[in-house]
């Protein structure tokens, strides 16, 4: 068994910490066939892996099947952020490697402390990964973790760099944007949006990030929850 110790596991602050618990519920309410869920923003630096790790951290320790996938092939730094280390003396491997090398998806993942929550780095970025993600064995391993787990969150590259967040999302059956407030213009959120139409990813909600309480002069998280047909319970 691939077991990966994650040595940096921040305690978040409580008003965070019940953000991310009212997105995990909210999630909750989405049809049982909404399993891919990528976890994507308009441009760099607005908090989207942040999003994407506790979300699937809490869905995990709820006792949900979870998987955590890093799709960010090109300026990936999930592995090295949360100090991440194989067990046992092993290799930690990550995305591009079980992309290049056509591996199974019960050989690649990682296993953690959480027995709800897997996951699956990447530790190797790329200069040009879209045939990778083009591929067969990425629609393989997408449909594969969607037989094993009740979620898949997948951390994807930002909307406005390159084409591989509409590539992953057209495998997708929905998207979290993130939005940090304050960094990005409403055109520029209206716009991802669009991408994410034209992908045919159905938008589940909006995360609105780093926004100031002036109450407390500090930032907390908040969430905006907008359903789409798809995500409705049936």
Known sequence: MNKVQINNMPTLTYSTEEAINRLRVNLNFQAKDVKKIMVISSTENEGKSFVAFHTWKQMAESGVHTLLLDTDLRKSVMA??????????????????????????????????????????????????????????????LDEASEEYRYIFIDAPPLDLVSDGEKIGSLCDGAILVVASGKVSRGMVQNSIHQLERAGCPLLGIVLNRVEDQRKKNYYQKYGYYASEKGKKK
């Open 80 to 141: 090295e952020k949360y100090q991440m280390e194989a067990e046992n003396g092993k290799k930690l491997i990550g995305t591009s490697h079980v992309l290049s090398k056509d591996m199974p998806l019960k050989d690649a993942v990682w296993h953690t402390i959480m027995p709800q929550g897997d996951i699956l780095p990447n530790v190797e970025n790329l200069v040009n990964p879209a045939m990778l993600l083009e591929s067969e064995t990425f629609h393989r391993l």
